[in-house]
């Protein structure tokens, strides 16, 4: 775990694989919450407010990363674990994850 207040947690994704992308955070919410659909006004101004304060901690901590993604997937197939989560994943210059 790496970040969290009373509405929500911020920790490093276990599942990635090594090297993929050091520094790979999920953001979710404490109360459940399935997709980004079912997410209300207040918990999701909580949730993106720990995205942003989160996601500035990266950027101290982690002076190799040139930029950062962020994204939630929502819905089958795409979504394997049915409890919202976002993704912040540090971007360098030829990590062969996106184009870049």
Known sequence: MVYED???LAFM???QPAGAAPGHLLVI???HVATLYDLEA???ARVFQAVATV????????PE????SIWSSNG???QEVF???????????GDGLFRV
Do not use: N, Q, S, Y
């Open 6 to 8: 009373d509405a929500t």
């Open 13 to 15: 994704d276990l599942r």
């Open 29 to 31: 919410p404490k109360a």
């Open 42 to 44: 207040e918990p999701a």
């Open 55 to 62: 996601a500035r901690a990266m950027k101290r901590a982690l």
């Open 65 to 68: 990363m040139e930029g950062l």
């Open 76 to 78: 089958a197939p795409w």
């Open 83 to 93: 409890h919202l989560h976002v993704h912040l994943m540090p971007r360098r210059r």
